[in-house]
T-cell receptor, first 114, second 112 residues
Framework: DADVTQTPRNRITKTGKRIMLECSQT?????MYWYRQDPGLGLRLIYY???????NKGEISDGYSVSRQAQAKFSLSLESAIPNQTALYFC?????????????FGPGTRLLVL | DQQVKQNSPSLSVQEGRISILNCDYT??????FLWYKKYPAEGPTFLIS?????DKNEDGRFTVFLNKSAKHLSLHIVPSQPGDSAVYFC???????????FGKGTRLSVIA
């Protein structure tokens, strides 16, 4: 079984709809992240959480919100989806014990906003 | 302002030859550098890393070189194989105090 899972893997939605992307991990890591990937723009950080009570904005948090329901779960919400939020979304985790961290990524969610 | 730059969006290399992917950074506080590999429809996977106390780290066909004075690192793949065709991301961090900062990626195509 995969250590970092994302649901759904693909989603098509309409402008103005609220959607939630979910991430679960079995690695026991404290830190979790949400990124989006767009062609030519690489991986951009949306939000991150260093533990259950910690939420931080990343580079491009506008239009998004997150919830850290438990150590193993970190969800990303688009309150009112817009077409330029069409992208690949990746969840990642890392271990806070190691100062020099390696992040481990989920398989991604492909989102299309019409 | 980009702190991690991969100035070559794409690179094509013949099978069996060396692939060299480059990465520059601007933040002198970065002390840990990583390379990730990404295939289509999959998440990025960790490939190799290097601490700022070293100037070279090798793992099989993959070697990462770090030049701190030039704020430059490179990934060498020798010999290149068709299965190496992917997008490669360079990333940097400041000892876990902040999340990784990623470059925009370089798409490597290894031609048989």
């Amino acid at each position: 079984d995969a250590d970092v899972t994302q649901t759904p893997r693909n989603r098509i939605t309409k402008t103005g709809k609220r959607i939630m992307l979910e991430c679960s991990q079995t690695k026991g890591h404290d830190r979790m992240y949400w990124y989006r990937q767009d062609p030519g723009l690489g991986l951009r950080l949306i939000y991150y959480s260093f533990d259950v009570k910690d939420i931080n904005k990343g580079e491009i948090s506008d239009g998004y919100s997150v919830s850290r329901q438990a150590q193993a779960k970190f969800s990303l919400s688009l309150e009112s989806a817009i077409p330029n939020q069409t992208a690949l979304y990746f969840c990642a985790t890392s271990d806070a014990v190691q100062l020099q961290e390696t992040q481990y990524f989920g398989p991604g969610t492909r989102l299309l906003v019409l | 302002d980009q702190q991690v730059k991969q100035n070559s969006p794409s690179l094509s290399v013949q099978e069996g030859r060396i692939s060299i992917l480059n990465c520059d950074y601007t933040n002198s506080m970065f002390d840990y550098f990583l390379w990730y590999k990404k295939y289509p429809a999959e998440g990025p996977t960790f490939l190799i890393s290097i601490s700022s106390i070293k100037d070279k780290n090798e793992d099989g066909r993959f070697t990462v070189f770090l030049n701190k004075s030039a704020k430059h690192l490179s990934l060498h793949i020798v010999p290149s194989q068709p299965g190496d065709s992917a997008v490669y991301f360079c990333a940097a961090s400041n000892s876990g105090n902040t999340p990784l900062v990623f470059g925009k990626g370089t798409r490597l195509s290894v031609i048989a």
